[in-house]
């Protein structure tokens, strides 16, 4: 089973700030298959990134998926007052499919 | 508009059973992948399992800690996904999310193993 570690486990940012969020894999994610969610409290995930770099339909461009093998990287160049939330990592390249653990973005 | 709706979900004794269903719509179902996702109140997403579509074999995965225990299965003809859940523990209290094709979620249904 491929384990996802995300870090931080919390950032804490302004609104206008850059925000750089990671996951990192126990062995390599097969064909990046690696998405990435946005989950506010109590609403289900929303998809942002599959394919570890390509953004869902309805995506605005200010978030970005980068990375590759066993490192990937979650980027809001810009956070606006509604980005306040949890993100999580998923890979589905290999079965069992597996979450990282979260990591919350919260306002400073 | 794509809709997965939940339901089954409720109160039941560790060791007891239930049956969630999740039923499809705005979609081709038949073509897609389904998952289940669950949420244990104030935690993280957990995986559950997956069914492919048939025509890519129709393959069903379990995560390790339901495998044995939980069954997925799938009626094309109906457009509804079905988690089958036997031997509950309390530690499968959690919010029950149908999921398909990666983006395309539910509101999701609460199981509550209790007591």
């Known amino acids: 089973e491929i384990v996802l570690t995300q870090s931080p486990g919390t950032l804490s940012l302004s609104p206008g700030e850059r925000a750089t969020l990671s996951c990192r894999a126990s062995?390599?994610?097969?064909?990046?298959?690696l998405a990435w969610y946005q989950q506010k409290p109590g609403q289900a995930p929303r998809l942002l990134i599959y394919?570890?770099?390509t953004r869902a339909t309805g995506i605005p461009d200010r978030f970005s998926g980068s990375g590759s093998a066993t490192d990937f990287t979650l980027t809001i160049s810009r956070l606006e007052p509604e980005d306040f939330a949890v993100y999580y990592c998923q890979q589905y390249g290999s079965s069992p499919w597996t979450f990282g653990q979260g990591t919350k973005v919260e306002i400073k | 508009e794509v809709q997965l709706v939940e339901s089954g979900g409720g109160l039941v004794k560790p060791g007891g059973s239930l049956r969630l269903s999740c039923a499809a719509s705005?979609?081709?179902?038949?073509?897609?992948?389904m998952t289940w996702v669950r949420q244990a109140p104030g935690k993280g997403l957990e995986w559950v399992g997956r069914i492919k579509r048939k025509t890519d074999g129709g393959t069903i995965d379990y995560a390790a800690p339901v495998k044995g225990r939980f069954t997925i299965s799938r009626d094309d003809s109906e457009n509804t996904l079905f988690l089958q859940m036997n031997s509950l523990k309390t530690e499968d209290t959690a919010v029950y999310y149908c999921?398909?094709?990666?983006?395309?979620w539910g509101q999701g249904t609460p199981v509550t193993v209790s007591s």
């Open positions: 394919g570890a770099s």
């Open positions: 705005g979609f081709t179902f038949s073509d897609a992948w």
């Open positions: 062995q390599t994610v097969s064909s990046s298959y």
């Open positions: 999921t398909a094709s990666l983006g395309y």
